[in-house]
């Protein structure tokens, strides 16, 4: 992925099946045998807005999605895709609202993720949002193709998107230009952040 500078455009593309994904540190320490019991809890105790209905275990697959949460209208899964781990939220259901509104939703569902994970004692203190780097993914390629022309048009919907999330601390923003991938976005922070740090950005620009 590199950096690209792009003309501002009003975005005209529909966002929906949004997945936002949050990187670890020390990928190397965590035990994703672990996330197995943690995951099947949610599931028992409903602990999030979605209904959660297994748990799908796939470390066999090399740099792949890791240990997923399968939900009726998303998905939470400890991911590796790219050799890149984090907690990744991936929204299935078409959500209403505006892009504005379902990038927050995919946000505030990682982070609150991240965050029960963050203080699950079975995880030994291993799962750590890296405090940098998000990345965003559309999973439809019909609605965004991965292109240069989708990357122009949604830039400056990204840009609102990360301004809000990091509250317009500076950031880099990189687009995977391979045409065979989803479209993907990264921001990447000059500061660090936690969980809490971006969930009071988010609630406070809410708010306003």
Not at 147 to 161: G, I, K, N, Y
Request: charged share 25%.
């Amino acid at each position: 992925m590199r950096l690209i500078e792009l003309n501002r455009k009003p975005a005209l593309v529909e966002l929906q099946h949004v997945n936002l994904k949050l990187l670890l540190e020390n990928p190397d320490g965590i035990d994703l045998e672990a996330l197995i019991p943690v995951f099947h809890g949610w599931i028992q105790g409903h602990a999030c807005e979605e209904v959660l209905v297994d748990v799908t275990d796939y470390r066999h697959v090399d740099s792949g999605p890791g240990i997923v949460l399968i939900g009726h209208e998303a998905n939470y899964s400890v991911d590796n895709t790219d050799g890149r781990l984090g907690v990744r939220y991936n929204r299935k259901a078409v959500l209403e609202g505006n892009n504005q509104d379902r990038l927050a939703q995919a946000a505030r569902a990682a982070l609150t993720a991240c965050q029960r994970l963050e203080a699950d004692p079975r995880m030994g203190g291993t799962m750590r949002f890296n405090g940098q780097d998000v990345e965003v993914l559309i999973n439809d390629r019909l609605l965004v193709p991965n292109t240069s022309a989708s990357h122009q048009v949604l830039d400056p919907e990204f840009r609102v998107f990360f301004n809000r999330l990091f509250g317009e601390e500076r950031y880099d923003l990189m687009y995977d230009e391979e045409p065979r991938k989803l479209f993907a976005v990264t921001a990447k922070a000059f500061r660090t952040f936690s969980t809490s740090d971006l969930l009071n950005n988010l609630a406070w620009s809410g708010s306003h």
